[in-house]
């Protein structure tokens, strides 16, 4: 555990109050040498209307997770995530956790448990380190 850890996972989850999703709102950020670089939650793609459920409450296929949101949105500024710290509301999926070990992400910090571990194991497997924080 780390200084800052409980004050950025403090940021990440009023960050998630921007999301527009109705189900679950999760928010990230990506933290390098004590200076964020990026931020995300989640949300449909940039031009789509702000409505992550369908008429059911069944999540879009297209919504993005914060994590995917964070991760692209530092691609676009030109800045790197190598070795950069994931502070997350939720423990990331499979996919996302594929993104995580391609953007070079060392550590991954995260509140609440996502309902499958797969992404968790793989990041585990990939030699990133994760920690769930209280």
Same mark, same amino acid.
């Given at each position: 555990?780390?200084?800052?850890?409980?004050?950025?996972?403090?940021?990440?989850?009023?960050?998630?109050?921007?999301?527009?999703?109705?189900?679950?709102?999760?928010?990230?950020? =990506?933290?390098?040498?004590?200076? @964020? #670089?990026?931020? !995300?939650?989640?949300?449909?793609?940039?031009?789509? *209307?702000?409505?992550?459920?369908?008429?059911?409450?069944?999540?879009?296929?297209?919504?993005?997770?914060?994590?995917?949101?964070?991760?692209?949105?530092?691609?676009?500024?030109?800045?790197?995530?190598?070795?950069?710290?994931?502070?997350?509301?939720?423990?990331?999926? =499979?996919?996302?956790?594929?993104? @995580? #070990?391609?953007? !070079?992400?060392?550590?991954?910090?995260?509140?609440? *448990?996502?309902?499958?571990?797969?992404?968790?194991?793989?990041?585990?497997?990939?030699?990133?380190?994760?920690?769930?924080?209280?």
């Amino acid at each position: 555990m780390e200084k800052f850890d409980h004050s950025y996972l403090q940021m990440a989850t009023i960050w998630a109050q921007n999301s527009y999703c109705k189900r679950r709102k999760v928010g990230a950020l =990506l933290v390098k040498d004590r200076m @964020i #670089i990026s931020d !995300g939650y989640n949300g449909t793609p940039s031009g789509f *209307e702000n409505i992550c459920e369908d008429e059911n409450g069944i999540t879009k296929p297209y919504v993005l997770h914060a994590e995917a949101n964070a991760i692209t949105k530092v691609a676009k500024s030109g800045n790197s995530s190598q070795d950069a710290t994931l502070y997350v509301t939720a423990s990331p999926c =499979l996919e996302c956790a594929k993104l @995580i #070990i391609q953007a !070079g992400i060392r550590r991954v910090v995260y509140r609440d *448990e996502y309902r499958l571990t797969d992404g968790v194991d793989l990041l585990r497997k990939a030699g990133v380190e994760v920690e769930k924080v209280d």
